[in-house]
C-alpha cells in the first residue's frame, strides 16, 4: 500500500507532476543525472541524487549500516525515507548492496515507480568513467577538464581491474532488477543511446513511454521542451579523447567475455 497521497499535483507555472515518486536505478556515466534533473521539475516531490552515498544526504544510513550490520534499524531507516516520499536516482555500485536491498524493497512497498537506466556502449561507459576520474571532472571542486587533460593518458588502462568491476555492476544491476521483480514491482527499462542518441525520432518514442511510465501527466510542448533539454545536455563531448587511452583495444576486444545485462528481456 502506498503511504502516500496518489492523488493529481500542479506546479505554481501549470506543469502538472507525477503523483507517485520515482526511483532510478543506474550506473555513473549513463546520464542519470541529466535525466532526474529533468523529471524532477515535473514532479511534485523532493529529487536525490545517490543520496545513500556516505558523503551525502542520508549517507548516515549507510554509515551506521556498516558499521552496525543492524538489519532492522536500516530497514526501518530506509523505510522512513521513502515514506516521506522522494525521488531518488541511486547508482547501484555506490553503496553496499544490502543498502540496494532495501531500498528497492522499501520502495516497492511504498509504491514507487522504478527505471532501470543503463549504456549499450560499456567500453564508452568504462572510458567516459575513466576519463572523469583522472582529471577529476566531477567533485567538490569541479576541476577544469583541461587542466588535467594530457595527464589522463599518461598510465596504461588496468584493463583486468575495469572489466572485474564491470562484472560486478552488470551482476548488481541484474540483481536488483529481479529483486523488484519478486517484490511485486514492474521496472522499466532504458538504455543511454536510445535517448540521447542520433535518432530523435527514436529518442522522442523512448521519452514518452518513461513518462507514461513513471505517470507524469502529458503536456505536447512540455514533453517536446524536456526531450529538447535532455538531448542538449546528455553528451560529455569527451568521447573523442578517448583513444588516446593506452589499452583501449585489449579493452574492447575483451568486454565480450563479460556476463550480459538482462532487464526484462533486454539484454545489452
Known amino acids: 500500500m502506498p503511504l502516500f497521497n496518489e492523488g493529481p499535483t500542479t506546479h505554481p507555472d501549470g506543469t502538472a507532476g507525477?503523483?507517485?515518486?520515482?526511483?532510478?536505478?543506474?550506473?555513473?556515466?549513463?546520464?542519470?543525472?541529466n535525466l532526474t534533473n529533468r523529471l524532477r521539475r515535473r514532479s511534485s516531490f523532493a529529487t536525490e541524487h545517490e543520496p545513500f552515498n556516505q558523503p551525502r544526504t542520508y549517507?548516515?544510513?549507510?554509515?551506521?549500516w556498516k558499521a552496525t550490520r543492524d538489519l532492522g534499524a536500516l530497514q526501518t531507516d530506509v523505510a522512513a525515507v521513502c515514506a516521506r516520499p522522494v525521488n531518488i536516482k541511486h547508482c547501484v555500485e555506490m553503496a553496499p548492496w544490502k543498502v540496494t536491498a532495501v531500498l528497492l524493497a522499501a520502495s516497492a512497498e511504498a509504491g514507487y515507480r522504478h527505471l532501470f537506466l543503463y549504456r549499450r556502449d560499456i567500453v564508452g561507459?568504462?572510458?567516459?568513467?575513466?576519463y572523469a576520474q583522472r582529471t577529476k571532472v566531477w567533485g567538490p571542486d569541479h576541476i577544469e577538464k583541461a587542466a588535467h587533460d594530457a595527464g589522463a593518458f599518461e598510465a596504461p588502462l588496468d584493463v583486468e581491474t575495469l572489466l572485474a568491476h564491470e562484472s560486478r555492476c552488470i551482476g548488481r544491476l541484474n540483481r536488483a532488477w529481479k529483486a523488484l521483480r519478486a517484490a511485486g514491482a514492474r521496472p522499466?527499462?532504458?538504455?543511454?543511446?536510445?535517448l540521447y542518441g542520433t535518432?530523435?525520432?527514436?529518442?522522442?518514442a523512448m521519452l514518452d513511454g518513461v513518462l507514461d511510465r513513471l505517470g507524469f501527466a502529458r503536456d505536447a510542448a512540455a514533453d517536446a521542451a524536456l526531450l529538447a533539454e535532455l538531448r542538449a545536455e546528455g553528451d560529455q563531448m569527451t568521447?573523442?579523447?578517448?583513444g588516446r587511452f593506452r589499452g583501449v583495444d585489449a579493452l574492447r576486444e575483451r568486454v565480450a567475455g563479460l556476463p550480459k545485462l538482462r532487464l526484462g528481456g533486454r539484454s545489452a
Open 18 to 33: 507525477v503523483a507517485r515518486p520515482f526511483l532510478i536505478v543506474t550506473l555513473q556515466r549513463t546520464g542519470g543525472t
Open 59 to 64: 549517507g548516515a544510513i549507510t554509515r551506521a
Open 125 to 130: 561507459r568504462i572510458l567516459s568513467m575513466e
Open 188 to 194: 522499466g527499462a532504458l538504455a543511454y543511446e536510445d
Open 199 to 204: 535518432d530523435e525520432d527514436a529518442a522522442r
Open 239 to 242: 568521447r573523442d579523447r578517448y
